[in-house]
């Protein structure tokens, strides 16, 4: 008999059973206070029960009979015949090169990125560049339109221009005579000839006259550089021979004579016509306050000074060299800065 068959027996005897009745109405649902209360199936709930217990009897007598039974293994030593440290080298190792392959795969992936930039940036950039040629096209033909409208502007105005020259010529009485008249074209090229010469001559005569201004201006320099020469020249002969009087008279112990008797000074008057006398001359005496020998010292320092650098006023190195307290060479490396 299966299993079936015994639930149907089962169920069909307890509807048979004298407390089927009451089990029916114990399992009929009751109301009260507003609730309804429904019971439970309990031929329904022992079937479960019974479902359950065969299944859990089946799954023990399952377990018994798979029950896995002994090992036997014979004792060995495990991790192989590689050593501790073998191991940890291998680890490291394989963790380098793991490191290694993230490092090559994040430098392949950013020279993808970047490569992909480049090309829309290039992409961006040709667009840009074919628009930029549009619009020079553009503006090179706007251009050569406007060119042409002008042109054709002019060739119009002229047309005209010479129509009224023509009329008017043809109003005016042509005196009588044998040649031909000449056509307006003519005249108007004759026009512009006789302007053109006329702008050349004026041209000409503005050239010669900027060439007559230099001349003038360089003649001028020319002669402002010969009288500064001049005047230099005379000043140092001056200088020249004050000192040489100064000096004649402290090694004879008297007093210098005139110029004119002098044969140094009568050398120097046949180039010179008008030379003063050191006496009355307004250049300062520098042996003002020094004794003879100091004078001639300090006379031939300042000498030296003015020859080393003319462009100095004797005063201003008479007034270095007291300043040195009669230090020529003090004095000259003071100036030559």
Known sequence: MTDREQVNQYEYEQRNSP????????????????????????????????????????LR??????????????????GGAVSLEEVRQ?????????????????????????????????????????KANKLEMKRKQEEQRRQDLYQHDQQMKNREFLQKVETSNR????????????????????????????????????KEEQRRKAEILEEKLKQEEEDRKRQIDTDHRRVNLAFLNRLEASTSGRM???MANTPVSSNICED??????????????????????????????VMKLQCNFPYYERDMLE???????????????LLNV
């Open 272 to 301: 010179d016509e008008e030379i003063e006398d050191p006496a009355s001359s307004p250049v300062p005496n520098p042996l003002q306050g020094y004794t003879e020998e100091e004078g001639c010292v300090q006379m031939w320092a």
């Open 171 to 206: 109003t005016v009485p042509m005196a009588a005579s044998n040649s031909i008249p000449a056509s307006s074209w003519a005249k108007c090229q004759e026009y512009r000839e006789s302007k053109r010469q006329d702008e050349n001559a004026a041209l000409l005569e503005k």
């Open 19 to 58: 407390t089927t009745s009451n089990t029916q109405t114990r399992d009929k649902p009751t109301y009260a206070d507003g609730y309804t209360r429904i019971p439970p199936n309990s031929s329904r709930h022992s079937e479960l029960q019974r479902t359950v217990q065969k299944e859990e009897e089946a």
């Open 319 to 333: 007034d270095i060299l007291r300043q040195c307290n009669g230090d020529y060479q003090q004095a000259y490396e």
């Open 61 to 78: 007598k399952w377990k018994e009979e798979n029950h896995p039974g002994p090992i036997h293994l014979a004792p060995v030593r495990l």
């Open 256 to 258: 210098s004579e005139p």
């Open 90 to 130: 291998k680890q490291q190792q394989e963790a380098r090169q793991v490191k290694l392959k993230k490092r090559l795969q994040k430098e392949e992936i950013d020279r993808k990125n970047r490569q992909a930039e480049e090309e829309e940036n290039q992409q961006m950039k040709d667009k840009q560049r074919d």
